[in-house]
Nanobody
């Protein structure tokens, strides 16, 4: 079965950095676009970054451009989100997601808390 397992979240001071990882299994990882989303308390889930199957093309939400970098290692079935210059407003649960056919699969999420 499809599984996505995120890790790397935690508590960090404003201006700090974190690197999130999402390990995938149950499908051919190298064939699919991967996404990172986040959801802050009381807010809707929003797309943070996405990366094509070969890693050649990436896209970012305006709020994280220049601070976050999405990457992937297809040999390790893993997608990463490097987050630098973190702000209090980046506090959220971060999820990775893959669309297989017509169905979205989500990880359980990892909490990122940025203290100001």
């Amino acid at each position: 079965q499809v599984q996505l397992v995120e890790s790397g979240g935690g508590l960090v001071q404003a201006g700090g950095s974190l690197r999130l990882s999402c390990v995938a299994s149950g499908f051919t990882f190298s064939r699919y676009r991967m996404n990172w989303y986040r959801q802050a308390p009381g807010k809707e889930r929003e797309l943070v970054a996405e990366i094509t199957s070969d890693g050649a093309i990436t896209n970012y939400a305006d709020s994280v451009k220049g601070r976050f970098t999405i990457s992937r290692d297809n040999a390790k079935n893993t997608v990463y989100l490097q987050m630098n210059s973190l702000k209090a407003e980046d506090t959220a649960v971060y999820f990775c997601k893959v669309l297989l056919g017509f169905k979205d699969y989500w990880g359980q999420g990892t909490q990122v808390t940025v203290s100001s």
